[in-house]
């Protein structure tokens, strides 16, 4: 079993910068990869990036050239720069482990003047 705690969201002026952070514990040495997904409201949820256990990541979409994502020890980051309105929505940790998929809880992104 994994859990994945999600932290960093919040509100932030359009143009401006926010690091979300994703805490897993358990089983983690069965991870094998780990990412991003968004869900804004009245849309479905969408892959916003991912990290391999070999380090090879993969942003897509809009947010590529603005968010990177990293991984240290069992904490996967996302930093996002230059952040839009169209950002705005709930930010969600995934981890792959075999064949089982696990969530955060997520954390709400508000991009906002």
């Known amino acids: 079993q994994l859990q994945l705690v999600e932290s960093g969201g919040g509100l932030v002026q359009p143009g401006g910068s926010l690091t979300l952070s994703c805490a897993a514990s358990?089983?983690?040495?069965?991870?094998?990869?780990m990412g991003w997904y968004r869900q804004a409201l009245g849309k479905q949820r969408e892959l916003v990036a991912t990290?391999?256990?070999?380090?090879n990541t993969n942003t897509v979409g809009s947010v590529k050239g603005r968010f990177t994502i990293s991984r240290a020890k069992n904490t996967v980051y996302l930093q996002m720069n230059s952040l839009k309105p169209d950002d705005t929505a709930v930010y969600y940790c995934?981890?792959?482990?075999?064949?089982?998929?696990?969530w955060g809880q997520g954390t709400q992104v508000t991009v906002s003047s």
């Open positions: 995934n981890a792959v482990a075999g064949v089982m998929n696990y």
């Open positions: 990290i391999t256990n070999s380090g």
């Open positions: 358990g089983s983690i040495f069965a991870i094998n990869a």
